[in-house]
C-alpha cells in the first residue's frame, strides 16, 4: 500500500506561487508514475500534472500549461506540483496520486490540501 501526504496549500492573491509536496511511503516510489488531480466544490475531479516513474516525461492539462510543472525526486519519495500565475479558476483541493503511467488511472490517493486563489 502507498501512502501519499500532500502539503503547501494555501490562501494566495492571483497572479501569486505555490509549490506543493507529496511524500510517499516505501521503497517503491520509483516504481509508479505519480500526478496531479483537483476538484473544486460543485465540480468534478479534473486531471492537472503527470510525471513518469524516472521523471523523464510529464504531461498536463489544457488549462494549467505554461503556469504549472511536476517534478519528482525520487531519492526523497517526493513528488512536486509548482503552480505560478494562479488564478481564482485554480481554486481547489488538490490531490496526489500514484499510478502505472502518466495516462492511467491512478491507484493511489493522497487526502489533499486546499488551494484558494483570490483575485
Known amino acids: 500500500q502507498v501512502q501519499l501526504v500532500e502539503s503547501g496549500g494555501g490562501m494566495v492573491q492571483a497572479g501569486d506561487s505555490l509549490r506543493l509536496s507529496c511524500a510517499t511511503s516505501g521503497r517503491t516510489f520509483s516504481n509508479y508514475a505519480m500526478g496531479w488531480f483537483r476538484q473544486a466544490p460543485g465540480k468534478e475531479r479534473e486531471f492537472v500534472a503527470a510525471?513518469?516513474?524516472?521523471?523523464?516525461?510529464?504531461r498536463y492539462a489544457d488549462s494549467v500549461k505554461c503556469r504549472f510543472t511536476t517534478s519528482r525526486d525520487n531519492a526523497k519519495n517526493t513528488v512536486y506540483l509548482q503552480m505560478n500565475s494562479l488564478r481564482p479558476g485554480d481554486t481547489a483541493v488538490y490531490y496526489c496520486?500514484?499510478?502505472?503511467?502518466?495516462?492511467?488511472?491512478?491507484?493511489?490517493w493522497g487526502q489533499g490540501t486546499q488551494v484558494t486563489v483570490y483575485s
Open positions: 510525471i513518469s516513474m524516472g521523471g523523464g516525461s510529464t
Open positions: 496520486t500514484a499510478g502505472l503511467t502518466t495516462r492511467s488511472m491512478p491507484l493511489y
